[in-house]
């Protein structure tokens, strides 16, 4: 018995001095609102019509000469390290003039990955607000291979539907 019983304490010891001074990588951050990796829009502009016919008098597009525009955008910088950026702007276009449009709710959101695994996500929203900027950094050492980012914007106007859009940007550095 005591046999059996020293054994299995030299059993685990060798196990512990085997694995117990090697660090194991640690596990990415898993983002808690994944995007599919086969989401593939593009950045871009967009015009909505109007379509709540209700509210039409509080809005400057009842005069026939100014309507809404919306861009967004998700890209991926290197400045000593690699980032994803995703912006939303509104816009509102009087006369062949665009000026900026402070509209009831606008949103990003930005996700970074790196060969096809998570590194990080943020987001900006704001009510009464022409633009929505966010950065989403990749807090490790510069590390070669395939950068991904993924982007979400919402756009809600007075008058107008909600419109949401994603975004989808990849940069490959060896």
């Keep these: 018995m005591k046999f059996k019983k020293l054994r299995t304490f030299v059993a685990s010891m060798l196990l512990t001095l085997t694995f117990g001074g090697v660090v194991l990588a640690e596990e990415p951050p898993v983002d ?21 016919v209700s509210a039409i008098d509080d ?9 809404p525009m919306y861009k967004y955008k998700t890209a991926i910088y ?19 003039s665009t000026t900026r449009d402070y ?15 998570f590194v990080k996500s ?7 607000a022409t ?15 395939t950068y991904e980012g993924y982007g979400n914007h919402t756009f809600k106007k007075a008058g107008y539907a ?6 989808y940007t990849k940069y490959k550095h060896w």
């Design 122 to 128: 943020a987001t900006d929203g704001s009510y009464g």
């Design 32 to 52: 808690p609102d994944p995007l599919p990796p086969t989401t593939t829009s593009e950045n871009g502009v967009f015009t909505p019509g109007i379509q709540d």
């Design 78 to 96: 290197e400045d000593g390290n690699f980032y994803s950026k995703s912006t939303s702007d509104a816009y509102k276009v009087c006369s062949g």
């Design 103 to 117: 509209i009831k709710y606008i949103y990003a959101k930005t996700r970074l990955y790196r060969n096809g695994a």
């Design 131 to 145: 633009s929505a900027l966010i950065t989403a950094y990749n807090n490790s050492l510069w590390k070669p291979g």
């Design 162 to 167: 909600d419109h949401y859009f994603q975004t």
């Design 59 to 67: 809005i400057e597009v009842a005069s026939g000469s100014c309507y």
